[in-house]
């Protein structure tokens, strides 16, 4: 079973940056798609931004400008670089690996890390 182990998370005042970091127990090379997405209290996880094999990246129209998402294949980590954040930003941050099987995909989740940007 591959694990996800996000790191990075913290307290920051707003205005400030975090670099997010998701060490994948297995080669990453040939994973179409990683990705990130936050929870915040009481609300459905939402997408925050997606990196596919090829370095085609997608961000939500809200960290758009703000946030960067990569990878470096040879380390198996996925990184968010997440500068100017708002307070909104709070959330738990879980990192994601899709991995496509026939007519289908099998998606696999960090245990999620905390992300607090006060006023």
């Known amino acids: 079973q591959v694990q996800l182990v996000e790191s990075g998370g913290g307290l920051v005042q707003a205005g400030g940056s975090l670099r997010l970091s998701c060490a994948v127990s297995?080669?990453?090379?040939?994973?179409?798609?990683m990705g990130w997405y936050r929870q915040q209290p009481g609300k459905q996880r939402e997408l925050v931004a997606t990196?596919?094999?090829?370095?085609?990246?997608n961000y939500a129209d809200s960290v758009k400008g703000r946030f960067t998402i990569s990878r470096d294949n040879a380390k198996d980590t996925v990184y968010l670089q997440m500068n100017s954040l708002k307070p909104e930003d709070t959330a738990v941050y879980y990192c994601?690996?899709?991995?496509?099987?026939?007519?289908?995909?099998?998606?696999?989740w960090g245990q999620g890390t905390q992300v607090t940007v006060s006023s």
């Open positions: 297995e080669s990453i090379f040939s994973i179409k798609i």
């Open positions: 990196i596919t094999s090829e370095g085609r990246t």
């Open positions: 994601q690996l899709r991995r496509l099987v026939p007519y289908s995909a099998n998606d696999y």
